[in-house]
C-alpha cells in the first residue's frame, strides 16, 4: 500500500497559506496547517474537515525558535515523513511607501524574524523529516517585490514600492531557496521561491487583481512537482506559473 503524501503549511488559519491547505488535501495530501493561534484558525479548519478533508491544526509560531523545534517534533510523531514544507507565513510591516532611510531597526528585526529566520530554522529542523520522503518538495513564499531585477526595472508594478524590510526578507530569503537547494539536490528534494502575484487577502487587500485560489496555484504546483521539475528557481502566479527573474 501507498503511503498518504502529507505536507506542512505555515500561517495557515488564512489567506494564501489557508487556500494552499485547502488545495494540497484536495489532492489527497493530510495536511498540518501551522497556525501561531489555533482558535484562530478554527472555524476555517471545521470547514475543511467537514468536507472530508485530512487537515489538522498544529501550533506553529514562525518567529520563535522554540516554537518551530517543538512544532517539528510534535509532526515526528504523527507521521513518518514529512513530503511537502510551504514556508508562507508572512508578515510586511512597513507597508508600500516607507524610504529604507526611514527604516527602524526593530521593524526590519521583527520582519525578519518571521520572513526568513523563522523559515531558514523551520528547513533545518524538518531535514530529517523532509529526507525520509522519497521525493519532498519545499516551497518558499516569496513575491514578485522581492525580484532585485523587478525592484530595478522603471517598466515593473515593484519600481513604485518601497517596502524595504518586507522586500529585503524575501530576497534573503530567496538566496535560501538556492542555497538549500543546491544541498538538497542529490537527495532528491526540491526547493522553490513562488510568488503569488498580487492577491486578495489581508495583506494583498480588496485591490488586488488575483484570487487566493490563483495565487496559491504556483505553490501547489511546485509543492507537487514530478522528479523532472525545477529546483532552486523562482515562480510567480502573475505569469502563470511561469519563470521569475531574482
Ligand atoms: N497577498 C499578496 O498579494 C501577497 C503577494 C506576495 C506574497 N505574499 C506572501 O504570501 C504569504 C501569505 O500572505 P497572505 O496574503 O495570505 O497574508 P495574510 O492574509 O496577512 O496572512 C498572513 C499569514 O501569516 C501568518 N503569520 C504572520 N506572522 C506569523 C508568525 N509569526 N507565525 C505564524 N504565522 C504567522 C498569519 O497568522 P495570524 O493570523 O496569526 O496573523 C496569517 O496566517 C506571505 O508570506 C506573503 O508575504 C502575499
Known amino acids: 500500500m501507498t503511503r498518504q503524501k502529507t505536507a506542512l503549511v505555515t500561517g495557515a488559519n488564512r489567506g494564501l497559506g489557508l487556500e494552499i491547505s485547502r488545495q494540497l488535501a484536495g489532492k489527497g495530501y493530510q495536511v498540518f496547517m501551522g497556525m501561531r493561534n489555533l482558535a484562530s484558525g478554527a472555524e476555517a479548519l471545521a470547514k475543511l474537515k467537514s468536507g472530508q478533508m485530512d487537515v489538522h491544526a498544529i501550533e506553529l509560531d514562525m518567529a520563535d525558535s522554540a516554537s518551530i523545534k517543538r512544532a517539528v517534533v510534535e509532526l515526528a510523531t504523527h507521521i513518518p515523513a514529512l513530503d511537502v514544507l510551504v514556508n ?5 510591516l ?7 532611510s526611514q527604516l527602524p ?6 520582519t525578519f524574524e518571521t520572513n526568513f529566520i ?3 530554522e523551520l528547513l533545518r529542523e524538518a531535514a530529517p ?3 525520509k520522503s522519497q521525493d519532498a518538495r519545499v516551497v518558499n513564499i516569496a513575491t514578485d517585490m522581492s525580484s532585485l531585477a523587478n525592484i530595478n526595472n522603471p517598466q515593473s508594478l515593484v519600481y513604485g514600492v518601497f517596502s524595504p524590510a518586507y522586500q529585503s526578507s524575501k530576497v534573503a530569503l530567496n538566496a535560501m531557496t538556492v542555497l538549500f537547494a543546491k544541498e538538497f539536490m542529490e537527495e532528491g528534494i526540491k526547493v522553490n521561491s513562488a510568488s503569488p502575484g498580487w492577491c486578495r487577502t489581508d495583506m494583498g487587500t480588496e485591490d488586488a487583481p488575483l484570487s487566493v485560489e490563483e495565487g496559491a496555484d504556483t505553490a501547489v504546483w511546485l509543492a507537487t512537482l514530478p522528479p523532472d521539475g525545477p529546483t532552486g528557481q523562482f515562480f510567480s502566479s ?3 506559473r511561469g519563470a521569475m527573474e531574482w
Do not use: C, H, I, Q
Not at 508562507?88 to 510586511?92: E, F, L, P
Not at 512597513?94 to 529604507?100: A, I, K, Q, Y
Open 105 to 110: 531597526t526593530a521593524l526590519l528585526r521583527e
Open 88 to 92: 508562507n507565513a508572512g508578515v510586511m
Open 129 to 131: 523529516l523532509l529526507r
Open 94 to 100: 512597513d507597508g508600500w511607501s516607507l524610504p529604507p
Open 238 to 240: 502573475t505569469r502563470k
Open 118 to 120: 523563522g523559515p531558514f
